[in-house]
């Protein structure tokens, strides 16, 4: 169970890194509360919350579970797992997004 926690602290940790950051500066950017949802763009605002939101529950799954140490261990590589492949298919899917919102212009 720990392990799928660690997964998905990775997951989580990085999902909220480009929320935040657009959000703190200043940048609309695509949200899960957008219409349509992942597609459109929220406000900066709503993005701080969200991307916080995403940090509060990767450290939540942390903590909750034992914590993580860094070391050539299951735990670490988990959570490598899981922020590699979410990084990875936020990639994907924002240049895919931003890409046809560019053809538009």
Do not use: C
């Not at 950017?29 to 929220?42: C, D, I, K, L």
């Not at 050539?72 to 979410?86: K, Q, Y």
């Amino acid at each position: 169970m720990f392990y799928l926690a660690h997964f998905f602290a990775g997951v989580f940790l990085v999902n909220g890194v480009p929320h935040f950051v657009h959000g703190i500066s200043g940048q609309a950017f695509q949200s899960p509360f957008a219409r349509p949802p992942g597609v459109g763009e929220s406000s900066p605002i709503i993005n701080v919350l969200w991307g916080s939101f995403n940090f509060i529950v990767g450290y939540a799954l942390f903590k909750s579970f034992g914590g993580v140490t860094l070391a050539l261990n299951l735990d670490t590589l988990l959570v490598v797992m899981g922020a590699l492949s979410t990084a990875l298919s936020l990639s994907w899917h924002f240049h895919r997004v931003r890409h046809k919102a560019d053809l538009k212009k």
